[in-house]
């Protein structure tokens, strides 16, 4: 039997309706869709991707992949995650595997994908719409225009960094930024507009560009901030 | 009569299928659709957008907004093509402005936002899948991955700018790179992966990764590449 194919179908951000037209087909096609799941505890699948996908209503059989966020033993988890596609692509079925956002920005994918060009799977890539892009659309203010740079970081190793980067002046976005405090205390010194969010595109969805707003919270995974330039 | 609402609808990098399920029903239900058109050219219009608009087959009545890409006098054709849509507007008409990639990310439509913020239009913005994401799964590699930045540049004013942004161990995307000359000199010097690519999602797509190919290309206005990390 020929092996199946690959393709990587991204959701978008999380609001269902920001998925674009041939990533639906994709999935309604497909013989076999695998989500990223954090974890299942008892019985329940914790998986933002999972949630994206249930309310598109597609009728292909759908399957976690549990892929844990914490960086320890990732390329294991990895690994794990390709073996169980790569055994549904050997009984010839087309597989495909969704992420939230795009599938090769910041992506769980990226890894699964790389795994199947060396294992000469047949692989194609449908794009979505970053966390950040939607978060320009929610704030009505553009992310960046002219000839003005933009700068992305993503799980930030301390503020020195995002000082460094604002030394420049170019907006920066910020992802995974709950790896740091105290957001309200760094953004009190800077002389910057910003747009905070979290769960973006979702009924949760929480955003604000007041600092004083900002102490309150308790920053979730599922959280970016842009500082415009 | 009350004024009308003011949508943008990001239309996405070319292909007709990456728009969203969301902008496809807002141009849909919208009373009207204005496209940015470069010029107008004995009965022809020159627009990107509408290129991509007419493959969706809406139904809704659409017209020119004529937009030229010269820097030239860039502010007054922004208010002339505010002030047509404000007149639609208020007649109560419901106006989509279409964009092509995104509807914030380096658009025109953000001018015309600022521009409808300030005279109390009451507006909302539809996300899309800009060029460099749609690149991204062109080329088949992650854009960005772990705690990789990526920078964005656009109109650079010339290679040391470039090369300062390379120092940085980040993937940089440079957007309307045909303002520069002999790339492929560039290329040649820096130890980088690249993938370069014009008119994404169109037939008439070309890219390459290999800098010989380049030497014989003339670079046109819709072309973008990406410098990996």
Request: proline share 5%.
């Amino acid at each position: 039997m020929s092996l199946g194919k690959l393709i990587g179908v991204a959701l978008g951000p999380g609001d269902p309706e920001l998925i674009t037209l041939k990533g639906l087909k994709a999935l309604q096609n497909a013989d076999l869709i695998f989500y990223p799941a954090s974890s299942i505890k008892e019985w329940k699948v914790i998986s933002f991707s999972y949630d994206i996908l249930k309310q598109l209503n597609v009728e292909t059989e759908s399957l976690p992949l549990v892929i844990p966020m914490t960086g320890k033993n990732r390329e294991m988890h990895y690994q794990k995650a390709f073996d169980e596609i790569h055994e549904e692509l050997k009984k010839g079925k087309n597989v495909a595997v969704v992420s939230e956002g795009d599938a090769l920005f910041y992506s769980t994918f990226g890894y699964i994908l790389k795994m199947a060009q060396e294992a000469n799977v047949d692989c194609k890539v449908i794009p979505g719409i970053p966390a950040f892009i939607a978060t320009g659309a929610e704030g009505e203010k553009p992310v960046t225009e002219g000839n003005q740079a933009l700068k992305v970081i993503a799980r930030p190793n301390g503020f020195e960094e995002i000082e460094e980067a604002l030394k420049e002046n170019q907006t920066l976005v910020v992802m995974k930024m709950s790896v740091l405090d105290n957001w309200s205390d760094f953004l009190e010194k800077q002389n910057r507009s910003f747009f905070y969010i979290e769960r973006v595109g979702t009924p949760q969805q929480y955003s604000t560009s007041d600092v004083q707003d900002l102490k309150l919270r308790t920053i979730p995974y599922f959280s970016l901030i842009i500082i415009y330039a």
